[in-house]
C-alpha cells in the first residue's frame, strides 16, 4: 500500500505541472491576436508618394563662333581707347602749389620738378620729379607730391634747417647735414655762422652726393707720424655722430666748432664760453648729455675748460678756469 501511495503521488505532478503550464502558453496568443488589428490599421493607411526627382537638363556646347569673339574684342578696345582719350583731355595739370619753401621759389621748385602744364595728371611720375627737385635743389631734405584732381599738383618740401661748414682739399668751404650729404660751396662769412667742423677735409665735393673725406697727414694727430698718411672717413664719422648727439639734444646752435684732429682729444668750442674735452669717442652721447647738464648748472659768468672725457677724473664732469 505504502508502495502504490507513492506512485500515485508520483503520477499526480506531472499532471499539476502540466496544468500550471497551460497558461502561460496563452499569455503570447493573446499579444498576437492584439496585434493584428494594429497591422491591419498599418496596411489601411496610404503610403506617401515618393519625391519626385529633378529633372537634369543638359545643354549642348555652343559652338565657337570667331565673328562673335572678334566683336567683343573690339568692344573692349574701343572701350578702353575712350577711357584713355577722356584721361588724355580731361585730367591735365593746370595748377602746381608749392609748400614749406623758404630758400627756394615756387617757381624754382616747379623748374626742378620738370612737371609743366598741360602734363597728364594720372600718369605723373612722382618719385621721379621728387629725384629731380632733391637732385636739384641741394637744400631740400625731402619732398612729398600730390595731385588733387582734377587739375592740381601739390608739392611739399622740407628744407634742411642745421647745416655744418667744412673745408675741402683746396681749402674752399662746403655746406653738409648732418647724414653726411654735401649741400653747397659757400663763402667764409656764411661759414662762420654754422658750426665748424674741423681736423677732416672733403675730397671732390658735389652738392647733393654723399661727402667723402680725404686721406690727410698723420702727423695732424700726432707728430711721430709725420709724413705719413691716414683716411678721413673714420675723422667724418666720429663728426657726424657728434653733430647727430648735438641735434639729439638741442644745442647745436650754441656750438661753433667741433673738432677731430685728434680722435683719442676730441675737442669742442660751446660758444666761446667754455672748450669741452671729450676724449676718444667711446660713449660720446652720454658725454655730451653730461655736458649739457654741467653747463646748465654754471652761472653765466663762468668759463673754462669744461672736462667729460671721464679719463681723468672717471664719472667725473670738471671745470678748471682758464688761465
Do not use: H
Not at 569673339?69 to 595748377?95: E, N
Not at 673745408?167 to 647735414?177: E, F, G, I, M, P
Not at 653747463?295 to 681723468?312: K, P, R
Request: aromatic share 6%; hydrophobic share 40%; proline share 6%.
Amino acid at each position: 500500500m505504502d508502495t502504490k501511495e507513492k506512485r500515485g503521488t508520483t503520477k499526480k505532478r506531472p499532471q499539476s505541472g502540466a496544468n500550471a503550464a497551460a497558461p502561460r502558453q496563452s499569455e503570447p496568443r493573446k499579444r498576437t491576436a492584439s496585434a493584428a488589428p494594429q497591422r491591419k490599421k498599418q496596411a489601411a493607411q496610404p503610403k506617401k508618394p515618393a519625391a519626385p526627382s529633378p529633372d537634369v537638363v543638359y545643354t549642348p556646347a555652343q559652338p565657337f563662333s570667331r565673328g562673335t569673339f572678334l566683336l567683343r574684342l573690339a568692344t573692349a578696345v574701343a572701350v578702353v581707347i575712350a577711357i584713355i582719350f577722356g584721361i588724355s583731355i580731361f585730367f591735365k595739370v593746370d595748377q602746381v602749389t608749392v609748400a614749406g619753401a623758404d630758400k627756394y621759389t615756387p617757381y624754382m621748385i616747379q623748374e626742378a620738378s620738370g612737371i609743366k602744364a598741360g602734363d597728364n595728371l594720372l600718369t605723373l611720375d612722382k618719385v621721379r620729379a621728387s629725384s629731380k627737385i632733391i637732385a636739384a635743389l641741394p637744400y631740400v631734405e625731402s619732398v612729398r607730391i600730390g595731385i588733387q584732381l582734377p587739375d592740381t599738383v601739390n608739392i611739399e618740401i622740407t628744407e634742411m634747417d642745421v647745416v655744418y661748414a667744412v673745408k675741402d682739399t683746396a681749402d674752399a668751404w662746403w655746406l653738409l647735414n648732418s647724414d653726411g650729404r654735401v649741400v653747397v660751396r659757400t663763402d667764409s662769412a656764411t661759414a662762420g655762422d654754422c658750426t665748424q667742423i674741423l681736423g677732416v677735409r672733403l675730397e671732390n665735393p658735389v652738392s647733393g652726393k654723399p661727402a667723402k673725406a680725404a686721406a690727410q697727414d698723420a702727423g695732424l694727430a700726432d707728430p711721430s707720424q709725420a709724413g705719413q698718411t691716414i683716411p678721413g672717413d673714420s675723422r667724418l664719422a666720429a663728426a657726424l655722430s657728434i653733430v647727430q648727439y648735438l641735434e639729439d639734444n638741442s644745442i647745436i646752435g650754441r656750438v661753433v666748432s667741433v673738432d677731430v684732429t685728434d680722435l683719442s682729444d676730441i675737442q669742442m668750442w660751446y660758444g666761446q664760453q667754455y672748450q669741452v674735452l671729450l676724449g676718444d669717442t667711446t660713449e660720446l652721447g652720454y658725454k655730451i648729455q653730461c655736458m649739457k647738464t654741467a653747463i646748465a648748472g654754471l652761472e653765466d659768468y663762468q668759463n673754462g675748460i669744461l672736462d667729460v672725457s671721464f679719463t681723468t677724473y672717471p664719472d667725473q664732469v670738471r671745470l678748471k678756469k682758464f688761465p
